[in-house]
């Protein structure tokens, strides 16, 4: 028992004391000793009563101080062993804990504040039921020009595009969208969370300018496809002029009969050529021109089975051993089954190009759920590709065969960003590649 609990249990014991012998005396007939202790005892308990009083002042004048963040007071500690003294260093110390927290919560805000602002994304955080707007950072500022907005309602004069969109957004799905700024129209990359405290439902809205990063890309896709249409047509255009020179060359000067088979062989050639350069034309439009898909439910099982069907024969044929890897035989995938199908088609032609070389050559082919994501994939142990391959290999036209057109890939690309989907390649050379298809 600390001391200032053992002063409290003697004053009671002794308060009881006086209390028994108050009785006592009048009981025996002391009048004047009763009257005494009965003004002893009324001194005591107005000691008490004074004590307690001045002490739950306090408390409740602190109380009113934290309700109102007002942790500056300082109460003054004469001397230590009293009560008042011990509450008063207890008071302190509180005040010295918060005014800490305090300090500490404003160094984390400032350093958040600075932290955001310094982003080129433009951010907003408001109240979800009242739109009252808390915090904006400087980018969204400058961008829509907005140096103060107490409500989110208050877009609705300065941009009322920007307050629909905004409205519109989905929670945790980031859309693209076109909106005025003081650039003029840009793109954004607009995306939404929520979350929910005591206070009520709070929203951040982030808004990515990805203008530049959108031109950048074209810009690189459209050097890229240059330099391959280029190339292409170059090597068609640069020996039909030559040959269709030379033939000139020979008509102008006269000609017998044992040049008229020159001349039919030379002018075959031009068609030839010409012809090909025909069936390019016709694949670049083919890669601009994909269909929109008919979206159905699509059993992978029954896709794989049927696929493996119809190109049995050849790999029957090029002895390659293939694997349909699927644990789940009920998995479904949302898809355009026809385009989807070709995807699969052209993923597996290519892969069993890359095995015709291998001792043993194997093709898997399997179907998965990954964090919520329908997957398929197609490997094989083939020649595989160095890392500059696979940065071209989804350009427009670029093959490393022969005979091929360079439009299988591109093509497959297309369908899977028509589906809100992706494809990636991993691929090591010696080693093999496996093609992803992300739904």
Request: net charge negative.
């Amino acid at each position: 028992m600390d001391k200032l609990g053992f002063s409290l249990f003697l004053k009671i014991t002794l308060l009881l004391l006086c209390g028994t012998g108050v009785a006592y005396l009048a009981l025996v007939g002391y009048w004047w000793y009763t009257i005494i202790a009965f003004l002893i005892i009324v001194i005591l308990a107005y000691q008490c009563f004074s004590l307690e009083r001045r002490l739950l002042n306090h408390v409740l004048d602190f109380a009113e101080a934290v309700r109102y963040n007002d942790f500056t007071r300082r109460f003054a500690v004469r001397n230590k062993k009293s009560p008042e003294s011990k509450l008063f260093s207890a008071f302190n110390m509180i005040n010295q804990v918060y005014k800490q927290i305090s300090i500490d919560k404003e160094l984390q805000h400032q350093y958040l504040n600075k932290v955001i602002n310094m982003l080129d994304s433009a951010i907003i955080f408001y109240e979800a039921e009242s739109g009252k707007v808390i915090w904006i950072n400087d980018a969204f500022k400058q961008l829509f020009n907005t140096p103060h907005l107490g409500n989110i309602k208050g877009l609705t004069k300065r941009n009322q595009d920007l307050y629909d969109k905004t409205l519109g957004l989905k929670m945790g799905k980031p859309q693209t969208e076109t909106v005025n700024s003081v650039q003029g129209k840009i793109k954004l990359l607009m995306n939404s969370s929520e979350f929910e405290t005591q206070e009520g439902v709070f929203r951040i809205v982030v808004c990515q300018n990805i203008n530049e990063a959108i031109d950048e890309a074209e810009t690189n896709a459209w050097q890229k496809l240059l330099r391959v249409l280029t190339h292409e047509i170059m090597n068609s255009i640069a020996p039909i002029s030559s040959l269709a020179e030379t033939l000139h060359g020979r008509l102008e000067s006269g000609y017998n009969d044992d040049d008229i088979e020159d001349l039919r062989v030379g002018i075959y050639t031009i068609k030839r050529r010409s012809e090909g350069l025909l069936q390019f034309a016709k694949s670049y439009r083919l890669i601009n021109r994909v269909d929109q898909p008919d979206f159905n439910d699509v059993l992978l099982i029954d896709l794989f089975e049927d696929i493996y069907q119809l190109l049995e024969p050849t790999m029957l044929q090029k002895g390659i051993d293939v694997d349909i890897i699927i644990k789940d035989r009920r998995l479904l995938v949302r898809a355009d089954r026809n385009l989807i199908e070709q995807v699969v088609i052209n993923l597996l032609l290519n892969a069993m190009e890359a095995v015709s070389d291998c001792e043993k050559p194997y093709i898997s082919i399997s179907g998965r759920m990954q964090d919520g994501r329908v997957q398929i994939q197609i490997a094989d142990n083939g020649k595989g590709m160095n890392a500059d391959i696979q940065e071209q290999i989804f350009t427009p036209f670029f093959t490393t065969r022969k005979t091929g057109t360079g439009v299988g890939l591109t093509l497959s690309k297309q369908i899977m960003l028509v589906h809100n989907g992706n494809i990636m390649v991993d691929s090591e050379e010696e080693k093999g590649s496996v093609f992803t298809l992300n739904f």
